[in-house]
């Protein structure tokens, strides 16, 4: 069977929202000014201070991997270390584009329960070795919210910044889903973030229901000098930045971002709740974002597959992973569970 409208692979294979999409034909009117130097640009940036409650300093790059690597390699010297939990995005999803843009600078990876890292944790990784054959560690990244759908707690965070900044080392957040991690803690962006102690976020826009461009966004306004220098070299300096910040403001004005965030989440939350009441489908993690993940027979994910519903298996510990979007309708998850749910039985 053909893939079905909406399925549950990522929040990537969902469109743009109307926010978004009707702010980008706006800003396409026109001659404005090229490589940021222009009016969407400064009011994307502006509508991020705003949100952040802080004067940040911001840019727009391609999408998450660039936002992540770049933000990265600038913390960091390329015989430095960046600590990461092993199932992280940066770790598993990015081809090494961390090592490639910092030249050299290692990933290590720690371990952690529902794909935390745990300030014990970081401080064993840093204090294992301090000589001089040792990849010096200068940042730790953490994601919020996780790749396995959990988030992170102000508290928690605090706790990472707090035995981070005792060891020296500078705090990045991977916030491709930062939004349906506001939504989740139902804390401040501000609180989660820069008030926690983090340096630099990579804010994820695309898969909230932009269509292209994360927001790198840096607290510690002194971290970000040159940091256009980096983008431009990358070749992340967008010529028509309009494009990539548009969505932006269209998303952010009247908290549409927060709105699909929520239904993003919930609708996770009825997945969760109807999986419950399956017979032999176990949920592996605490549901707290927009995704769900669920051990299945195999002839059960195959089945599901030929039927034309996608879901990944290979995110986190395997399991099925179930993510919704902006776009998930409740159908469309009653449908689903419906035909597992015959399916099992
Ligand atoms: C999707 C995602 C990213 C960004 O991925 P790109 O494909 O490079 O945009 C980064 N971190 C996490 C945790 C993600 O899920």
Not at 282 to 288: D, I, K, M, Q, T
């Amino acid at each position: 069977m053909a893939m079905r409208e909406r399925v549950f692979a990522s929040d990537n294979y969902a469109g743009m929202c109307p926010e978004a999409w009707g702010a980008m034909e706006k800003a396409n009117g026109g001659h404005v000014v090229s490589y940021g130097d222009d009016e969407w640009t400064a009011k994307a940036a502006d509508l991020i201070r705003e949100v952040f409650e802080t004067k940040c300093e911001v840019f727009f790059v391609f999408n998450g991997t660039a936002a992540n690597s770049l933000a990265l390699a600038h913390l960091c010297q390329s015989y430095h270390s960046i600590l990461c939990h092993e199932l992280s995005h940066v770790e598993t999803d990015e081809c090494g584009a961390p090592e490639f843009f910092s030249h050299g600078t290692k990933l290590l990876q720690v371990s952690g329960e529902n794909g935390k890292m745990e300030p014990g944790g970081i401080e064993k990784a840093v204090r294992k070795r301090t000589d001089i054959h040792y990849p010096k560690p200068r940042a730790v990244t953490i994601t919020e919210a996780t790749e396995v759908g959990t988030v992170y707690s102000v508290g928690e965070i605090r706790a990472i910044t707090q035995t981070a900044k005792m060891l020296g080392l500078k705090v990045h957040m991977d916030g491709a889903r930062f939004a349906n991690a506001v939504v989740a803690t139902g804390a401040r962006a501000g609180d989660l973030t820069w008030r926690a102690g983090v340096d630099v976020l990579s804010f994820g826009g695309t898969k909230n229901g932009g269509g292209v461009g994360e927001a790198v966004v840096f607290f510690d306004r002194g971290v970000a000098e040159e940091f256009e220098f980096r983008c431009k070299q990358a070749g992340q300096l967008a010529s028509k930045m309009r494009m990539l910040a548009a969505p932006w403001v269209g998303m952010l004005t009247d908290g549409a971002w927060l709105k699909h965030a929520r239904h993003a989440n919930e609708m996770a939350g009825l997945m969760e709740e109807l999986l419950r009441g399956v017979e032999g489908a176990r949920v592996l993690f605490a549901r707290e974002a927009n995704s769900v993940f669920v051990e299945l027979p195999e002839g059960v994910i195959r089945e599901l597959h030929e039927r034309g519903w996608k879901f990944y298996t290979f995110i986190g510990k395997g399991g099925c992973r179930l993510m919704c979007s902006w776009d998930t309708r409740e159908e469309d998850v009653r449908e689903f569970v419906g035909e597992l749910a015959k399916l099992m039985g």
